[in-house]
Every structure is written in C-alpha cells, then in structure tokens.
C-alpha cells in the first residue's frame, strides 16, 4: 500500500510541477520581454506539447504489454518490446519533426503578420520546437518502461528536476535580457540530457543494455495493434482540447471565451490529478492480468475506484464552494459574473470524467484498448455535436452543458469493464491471453 500511494503522490508531482512552475516564471518572461516575445513562447510550448503527445501515443501499449511480460515472468522478451517501441516513436517522431520543420517557414509568416514577433525569429523558434518533439517521442519510451515496471520515483524526479531548471533558465535569460530564441535552446538543452538520465536509470532492471531501435516483427505488430488506438485517442485528444473555445470566440467573440476558459482550467485539475495520481493503476493491474483471477482483479478495481471517487469528489465540492471566489480573486468580477452560471456544470462534467479514469485504467490493463478509443473518440464527437446545437439554442451555458454531457458519456466505459470483469468471462480472458502469448513464442523462432 504504501508504494502505491507513493506512486500516486509521484504521479500528482509530474502533473503539477509544470503548471505551477509556469504560474512562477510566466510573469518575470512576460514583463522582460514583453507580450510578443511571451506570446512566440507559448506558441512554440504549445507546438512541443501536442507534438510529442501525438509522437509518443503508441507508448501506453508499450506499458501494458512490458507489465505483462513482467507480471508472467517472461522478462526476456522485455528487450524486444522496447527496442520495437523505440523504433515506431523514432519513426512517428521524426515524421512530425520533419512536418514542423517544413511548415514553420508558412506558419511564421502567419504569426509575424500577427506581429507576436518578427518571421526570423519565428521561424527558428519552430523549427527548434520540431527538434524538441523529436527528443520528447524518444524519451517518453524510457518514460513508459520505468512506469511499467512501477517505479514512478526514479523517473518524476528526473522530469521533475529537468522542468524545473528549464523554468529557472528561462526566468534568468529573461531577466538578463536574452530572448525566447536562447530559452528554446535551453529547454531542448535540458531535454536532452533529462532523456540521457531517463535511460541511464533503465540501467536497474537491463544492465548495460541499449535500446536501439529494432522492428521485431512479433512485438512491432502486438504494439501496433494495441497502440494505433490510443495514438487515435492522442490525436483526438489533441484536435478537440481547443475546438470549444474556437467555436465559441467564432459564435460569440473573444470576450466569451474568457470565463468559460478560467472555468475549464479551474475544473481540468480534478480530471488531470485523477490521471496522474492514479496512473499507476495501469501497470499495476497490467503486471497481474494473466495471473490473477477476474474475481481478485475486481476486487482491486473496487478499491481504486473508491478512493477515485474520494478524490474526485473533494475537488468538485471545493470548486462548488469557492471556485467563483476564486475567480473573482483571479481574474476580477465582471469575469466571475459571467462565470457563475457555466462553473458548475463544468465542474460536474470535469468530476464525471476523472470518475472514469479508473475504468479507462482498468480496460487499457486488460488490453481492451479499442474499447476505451471507440468510447473516448465517440463520446467527444457526440459532444461536438451536441455542442454546436447548444450553443446556438443557449449560447455560453449551453456550451457548459456539453461538457456535463462529455463526462457522462465516459462513464460508460464501465459497462465493457463490469462484463470482463464477471467470472464468466475469465476462461474466454485466460484463453486470449494464451494465444496472445502462444503467438509471440512462435514469431520469435522465425
């Protein structure tokens, strides 16, 4: 117990070190450097972050299938697995570095117009923003084995310290007076060596061994056929994070978009530390899916979503509570007017969403990684739907009102996990599992 709940505590630490790291150093940037120079920054953040989430979304599949080899004793295959992991993320990386690379000279054209900064710059900001996806897809596979094996310390206070000395160079190049240009060179700077130190920390559980990139056919085609669909999940994810605040400054204009945006910051936290703090569930139950009964696996499952709803329940009620406070603390009482009718149905829908975090966790355990990607990409193309037709009937409440639909739609996920879960279901589980396994003994002696 007391691992998991480290675990848990190092997962909450990697979700919140950035943010709050940035609410530190974003005002010395911003008042050094002024807003063009600030707003480049975010723009090149930005590119990096959605980047290396699309490039690294095969790795989920990585940790589920590392687990399981650990969890049956066939630690020896473990090396393929990595290596083949390797090779797609090096494939996927360099495909969206290389695609940065090309477009940033059009899309600096576009954003100096905007005059958030001069072309030249922009132009070496992106493509020095396409160097660092490259470097993020490689690391987060060192990222995946180390969770894998449940070892969340190791690999958080690496990432942890790398964030933070990447915050701090940036704050001190601002306040002497270098641009973004030298603060992107020292994030990739940094980025490079967190990636070093992530691997050479591999080092207790392979030795010397070095992962080069390697197709194996066998663990390629296993890591693919589970992968594509959370890399779909990433990319969806990705493509629909901003459509509703685009959406709405179209139908309404810019100054809609203000509390409905403070409101989904204020809310995502109970759904991003929900992820974060129980992601060690995944590896957790992967690692026991082919020894352990469907009966002692439900049981588990039981106990995770409770303390799940524990969670999830003390954030929305602090938000219910407060929340308005706090956005009239943050952002003034014009803003926290406009946000008092749409912060509750935000929050409801941001604590239904995090509520599903232990099924999502649980199905992607059991392999059922179609599953959670058919429920995910539907539930948010249902919402789109529902959101257009509402905001144009109820304008900023009716978008409030998709997402109430959104995290309902999620808790559906249950459904698919309550029926695996029976025991019925677990000669048909433990028979997949061997022809799984029976077919990857055969492709290694090819």
């Not at 997949?432 to 990857?440: H, R, V």
């Amino acid at each position: 117990m007391r691992k998991h709940l480290a675990n848990a505590g190092y997962g909450a630490l990697d979700y919140v070190s950035y943010p709050v790291g940035m609410l530190l150093v974003a005002p010395i940037v911003l008042h050094r450097l002024g807003s063009a120079e600030y707003g480049l920054w975010m723009i090149a953040t930005a590119v990096i972050s959605a980047g290396g989430i699309i490039a690294s979304g095969f790795c989920d599949a990585c940790i589920q299938r590392v687990a399981y080899l650990r969890g049956t004793g066939e630690s020896a295959r473990m090396p393929q697995t990595i290596r083949s992991m390797m090779a797609i993320n090096v494939l996927l990386g360099s495909v969206l570095a290389i695609g940065v690379w090309i477009v940033a000279p059009f899309a600096a054209r576009h954003v100096g117009v905007a005059r958030l900064a001069f072309p030249a710059e922009c132009l070496i900001a992106l493509r020095i923003a396409s160097v660092a996806i490259f470097v993020r897809a490689v690391e987060s596979v060192a990222v995946g084995v180390h969770r894998a094996f449940e070892h969340y310390r190791g690999t958080v206070r690496i990432s942890t310290a790398t964030r933070i000395a990447t915050l701090a160079t940036a704050a001190v190049l601002a306040l002497v007076g270098y641009g973004i240009i030298s603060i992107l060179v020292a994030t990739v700077s940094f980025l490079f060596m967190g990636t070093a130190m992530q691997f050479l920390a591999l080092r207790k559980f392979f030795g010397s061994a070095w992962f080069w990139p390697d197709f194996s056919p066998v663990e390629t085609h296993l890591l693919f056929s589970q992968g594509v669909f959370v890399w779909l999940q990433a990319l969806g994810g990705v493509v629909f994070a901003q459509f509703d605040r685009i959406l709405l400054g179209i139908w309404l204009g810019a100054l809609a978009v203000t509390p409905y945006s403070l409101c989904v910051q204020f809310a995502h936290p109970i759904f991003g530390l929900s992820a974060s703090g129980l992601n060690f569930l995944f590896p957790y139950l992967s690692g026991r899916a082919g020894n352990t009964s469907r009966k002692g696996l439900k049981k588990t499952v039981l106990k995770a979503l409770a303390c799940n709803l524990i969670l999830v329940a003390c954030g929305a009620a602090i938000l219910l509570l407060v929340g308005d406070r706090l956005i009239r603390i943050w952002a003034g009482p014009a803003v926290a007017h406009s946000a008092a009718h749409i912060l509750p149905p935000i929050v409801l829908g941001s604590a239904m969403l995090g509520l599903s975090v232990t099924g999502t966790y649980a199905l992607q355990a059991l392999g059922q990684f179609r599953t959670v990607a058919i429920f995910t990409l539907a539930g948010r193309a249902a919402m789109l739907l529902l959101m257009i037709d509402l905001l144009r009937h109820q304008g900023l409440e009716g978008l409030a009102l998709s997402r109430l639909f959104l995290g309902a739609i999620s808790l559906l996920v249950y459904l698919p996990l309550a029926r695996l879960l029976h025991p019925e279901s677990e000669e048909r589980n433990r028979v997949s599992a061997l022809t799984i396994s029976f077919e990857a003994q055969e492709g290694s002696k090819l």
